[in-house]
């Protein structure tokens, strides 16, 4: 018989605590930790409060929670010794069904790993969804994590515990993140679809207007009908627009979605999660026989992420009216125009066609726009969900210090113009500048000494800044700031410095009101509010520059890996994300 | 009537300073404060008593000194304004015929230069030797100097003062320096031999035993016959060895020499200037008709450089049995194997015959060389000559430093394993650690994030150490304080590296009674003593492991850049070289 909350509030603290026997292994103390903030409006608070209480029970005790686990397909495996809970996870993940090398080379990293960490390898290992890997990946993750320093994998090794624990949780209560797990297969499906090249070594890449693209739109469509929406297009651009009427047609429409392409070589979630949360509130409403009395529109926007052709923010840019002529003219690496692409695929390919998915904002109430993280916060903060203060404004320049090459042997200490070494001082100035606000971002990507030789002291490094910052002014600031060090650097060094504007980009504030409900639709699942900065570029960036817009993030795993296959989520987090979007659209009136 | 040392050292303060007029452009000042150091053992004591004025007479008179100069191909040249020694000059130099695009430029490059330093731009612009320019390379000078950060333009412009006024001091003294203009003579004909590709376009490049190698190793053995040594040959590795007997046939010979291969497009006087300056000794012995007590073995070694095969210092480890058997099949970039080109060189190419070449320590003085500097040390201070007092001990590595590449918008500050700035941190604690030592160096040459992407945290970082120090054990803490921090700093970052050891060298401090020659010959010159170590290894290194061994150093023009084609000196620091070598040669028997 599967558990209840009510049932859970209601129990005496000892039978409570033994309902929540075997959450974390070997480790009642933590359920009966958290039982004490009884009563719970979820599970999601309940795993919150079990989370804070592992948090705060310092490093000595976390240590303790991570040696009551097993090894993985280890001797209690091998012995029988297991907790039923870990003999059932080794199991379904197929470890007990080792070849003998793999045995071998998990007996191997389980010596090392603990040799080095002092603590045994823990892996949600288990899914359907979310977790589910095989055994290679299992061990491709063993060798990955082995390279983390310490205190980076205790906390990664405690970020596991927490996920198996939530999955233990589920079973106690019988409950599928349902809608969570509809949206996870429907990513699936979608990520099938890749361009020639990276489908075949299992990559997703889907560039503008390629195949792939058209492939996945037709797949972003079909689920749209199938979930039930009025109206399914395919606009000139390429973005597939779906409508759920509200009781009141005339009424103004809230604007929701987010983009369908892809980096290359890129993950499952990026902008894909903002088309699918939505898509599963509408299955949800007509699975209810509801209509909201505002209208939803969603958009899957063809292109943000600029890989086929320097366009980037194509999808969203054309519904403000930002597409830039000059574009249709762009050709590709095979030397392929826009036009030409768009032809091919069936669009008219006529700047009157683009100009024409201009939106009247007069006729919305709003966007917002659901995306994964794309950063570790959410994950090493164990939050679910985050609401966004701001997309960050940027800038990026590329710049080459000049001194002067010399040889690294005769040249003393006190007579040297090292162009790498000037660059090296403002690197640590950015880091620490850009620390200093708290939330502002720098970072040097590009760092190169070009022909550099051991024994040549660098006459010039190459490198780039990207500085971002909540507000504009922020980040002017930080923008003057470090050009003043770096101007001081060089006079100091007799090294001078070449910089090239290449990027500039205005800061996206949320709107008051559109943030201010994100935050009660969070609120009300019993997740703590987390407000943040976005530090990645968005659509709403564009629809921002003719409406009030707020977005919503969404935990990534794996430190917030992203633009990589490594991004992840949880189909539980994605439930949570439906959840407070369906909260959002049922209080689109509220203020 | 030209004027000689006596007659300045006789005159009253006034006289005195009539004869030295016109020396400084305009600034009768400093000859008159250098004349109240009378006597003048030399011309050379006389400079540098200038330079010195200059140096204490600090930064206001500095300028006004720079000031006092008439601009290149300027108003003055055209209205016919100038001194007459700068109408010589600047006529010689050909400025009077500049072409109308020349002068134009050359205007230009006045008006930019004045408005950027706020004095003229000085150059010495006439020869015979040392500074005899084309107009293009003035102008290309020009161009590189108005690029300079003002502190070091300002120190190079007065350097060029001071050359200025020793040409002037030769014309008023009607003194050539006659040994440094035969050598200066010789290594311009030995520099017309340079490797296809190299030769056609004016570069020199000579790698171990290319036809232009070969010929410039016939160049040195008629150089050597010509000055009348009484063995020259070439050995089974190509050394060129001229012995020049004392009057005791069985006394032990000094051993001497330097290395005639040069790098890719290096300077002309990197090695050679060891060979000819003691060829220029027995030249000027032998038209004295004078024998020496001991007898002088000069090597001319004919690899030194690892260019063409990975085997430096190969001519000198010959005469030590440090050849290595497997450089005999060792491949160049053509295929070719060292045992191949010996033959094709006429060589045996047999490991007996280049066996034979090791030499018995024990009928050996000592090893001497002299070779340019490589550094700017000498240039910056207006000495001539400097005095090894031991040749660094170094180590090389190749690192890589592996952090967490994640989005440089979506990563806070606190959250990054950032691997570049952990190297910046690791450049800039370099930079401090091998400071604090004094005569220590260290570098990181080769700096580069791999893949690196502007809006990406580096996750990786690879770079180079190279790490010198007078002796092993200075060297060795020098390492381990790096390295220290390098764990401390990977340690707070969360980010790892490896580290490959790709050289080491023993440091080759100088031999006592060797250095000591080398510096009672230096101050027999009336040239102030400076004892430096060599950053750079040499041949002596080499020799240093069987017998005694101390090096002199040449000042290098051009801030003392090598392995370049601007390297450079000049005939009256040959001159110096070649008086302090004679010097060293008369008193070999002293201690």
Redesign the interface.
């Known amino acids: 018989m599967a558990l209840t909350l009510h049932q859970l509030n209601a129990a005496s603290p000892a039978e409570a605590a033994r309902l929540l026997d075997g959450l974390y292994e070997n480790s009642p103390w933590i359920a009966q930790a958290a039982l004490a903030q009884r009563p719970f409006r979820s599970l999601a608070q309940l795993k919150q409060q079990m989370a804070a209480v592992v948090r705060d029970a310092g490093a000595e005790r976390q240590l303790t929670l991570l040696r009551a686990h097993p090894e993985l397909a280890g001797k209690a495996m091998v012995g029988d010794q297991l907790t039923p809970e870990s003999t059932g996870e080794q199991t379904r993940a197929g470890l007990t069904a080792c070849t003998p090398e793999e045995f071998g080379r998990i007996q191997e990293l389980n010596a090392a790993y603990n040799a080095k960490f002092g603590f045994p390898f823990v892996l949600a290992v288990r899914g359907p969804r979310g977790t589910g890997l095989s055994r290679a990946e299992i061990i491709a993750t063993f060798e990955r994590r082995l390279?983390?320093?310490p205190?980076?994998e205790r906390a990664e090794a405690l970020r596991n515990v927490h996920r198996i624990a939530e999955v233990r949780l589920q079973d106690k209560f019988g409950t599928t993140p349902s809608e969570g797990e509809w949206v996870w297969d429907a990513l699936e499906r979608l990520a099938k679809h890749s361009d020639p090249g990276f489908a075949e070594s299992g990559q997703l890449t889907v560039t503008y207007l390629t195949d792939a693209h058209r492939a996945a739109a037709a797949q972003v469509e079909r689920d749209m009908r199938d979930a039930g929406f009025d109206e399914v297009a395919v606009d000139a651009v390429g973005n597939v627009v779906g409508i759920y009427h509200g009781t009141d047609r005339a009424a103004r429409r809230l604007l929701t979605g987010s983009h369908y392409d892809t980096v290359r070589n890129g993950g499952k979630y990026d902008g894909r999660l903002g088309i699918y949360v939505p898509v599963a509130c509408v299955r949800s409403l007509v699975a209810q026989g509801r209509r909201l009395p505002h209208g939803l529109e969603v958009v899957a926007f063809a292109e943000e992420e600029g890989q086929r052709y320097k366009a980037t923010f194509l999808g969203s840019g054309a519904l403000i009216g930002a597409f830039d002529p000059a574009w249709l003219d762009q050709r590709d690496a095979d030397g392929t125009t826009m036009r030409e692409a768009m032809q091919h695929a069936g669009l008219p390919g006529t700047l009157e066609a683009i100009h024409a998915l201009r939106r009247d904002p007069s006729r919305y109430l709003g966007f917002v726009e659901v995306h994964i993280?794309?950063?570790?916060?959410l994950n090493?903060l164990d939050l679910p969900l985050g609401i966004v203060t701001s997309i960050?404004g940027?800038v990026?320049y590329?710049c080459e210090a000049?001194g002067?090459a010399?040889?690294?042997?005769?040249?003393?200490?006190?007579?040297r113009?090292?162009a790498?070494?000037a660059?090296?001082?403002l690197?640590?100035y950015v880091?620490r500048r850009?620390?200093q606000d708290g939330?502002?971002?720098?970072?040097?990507?590009?760092?190169?000494?070009p022909g550099?030789?051991?024994?040549?002291?660098?006459g010039r490094?190459q490198f780039?800044l990207?500085l971002?910052a909540p507000t504009d002014p922020q980040r002017d600031a930080l923008v003057a700031d470090v050009f003043a060090e770096l101007d001081a650097i060089c006079?100091r060094r007799?090294?001078?410095c070449t910089r090239e504007l290449?990027m500039r980009a205005a800061a996206a504030p949320s709107d008051a009101a559109w943030q201010s409900r994100w935050e009660r639709a969070v609120e009300s699942l019993g997740v703590p509010v987390h407000r943040m900065p976005?530090?990645?570029?968005h659509d709403a960036m564009k629809l921002h520059e003719v409406m009030p817009q707020a977005m919503l993030f969404v935990r990534g795993q794996n430190?917030?890996?992203?633009?990589n296959p490594l991004e992840s989520t949880t189909a539980d987090d994605i439930q949570l994300a439906v959840e407070a979007y369906l909260h959002l659209l049922d209080h689109l009136a509220d203020d």
């Open positions: 390279e983390n320093p205190d980076v993280e794309q950063g570790p916060v090493e960050n940027g990026r590329a000049i002067m010399s040889h690294a042997g005769t040249t003393p200490m006190d007579r113009r090292d790498a070494v660059v090296a001082e690197a640590l880091e850009a620390a939330d502002s971002v720098g970072t040097i990507g590009i760092l190169n000494v550099g030789s051991t024994n040549v002291v660098p490094c780039t990207d971002r006079a007799g090294v001078r290449t976005s530090g990645a570029g430190a917030g890996i992203s633009h």
